[in-house]
């Protein structure tokens, strides 16, 4: 019978989309799930990765590799997309929504993440996340469970340049 690991890594983050106000809604992607909690996650070590593996995350599914090559100014310049559906496709309540989202940018508190006021997380964010790997292997499904905010990088928009492109 499987079983569900939790494992908490420490690493950055980049694109974002943990909170109800930027959650990615676009349909033509989404739409079984109404929308998706996803970001990019950079372990900070190998030993985050290892973490990550142990715990029975698969290191490829349906022919694509669990990590990826990235930013490689992040960590080690390889990341997970780590996802949480919006509304869960078999309709399992505590499976969907938004992860919580707390500030630890003063240390381990249960203080919760106020998007109006703390603002979005910008790429190079450096956070805590807790995931459960449920299964373990190729049929392993990964889910994003809790975001902890270290340090924020704030958010800056799009760019000029690249508002100008479209």
């Known amino acids: 019978m499987p ?5 908490t890594m420490t690493g950055f983050v980049e694109y974002a989309r943990v909170f109800e106000e930027n959650r990615d809604d676009n349909m ?8 998706q909690y996803n ?6 070590s190998d030993a985050e990765l ?11 599914t349906m022919g694509h590799d669990t990590i990826k090559i990235g930013n490689a ?6 990341f997970i997309k780590l996802k949480r559906p919006n509304v869960h ?3 399992i309540a ?13 240390g381990p508190s249960t203080t919760k993440w106020d998007f109006g006021a703390d603002g979005e997380l910008g790429n190079g964010s450096k956070v805590h996340v807790k995931v459960s790997i449920y299964g373990n292997g190729q049929r392993a499904s990964i889910r994003l469970e809790r975001v902890a905010v270290v340090e924020q990088v704030v958010y800056e ?3 000029a340049a690249t508002e100008d492109c479209f």
Request: glycine fraction near 12%; aromatic fraction near 14%; proline fraction near 7%.
């Open 73 to 78: 100014d992040l960590a080690m310049g390889k």
């Open 3 to 7: 079983n569900t690991t939790i494992v």
């Open 28 to 35: 033509d992607f989404h739409a079984k799930t109404q929308g």
């Open 157 to 159: 928009g799009a760019s």
């Open 94 to 106: 505590d499976f969907g929504g938004a992860p919580k989202v707390f500030d630890f940018r003063d």
């Open 50 to 60: 290892k973490k990550f593996f142990d715990a029975g995350a698969p290191e490829s």
């Open 39 to 44: 970001m990019n996650f950079y372990p900070e």
């Open 89 to 91: 496709p078999a309709g």
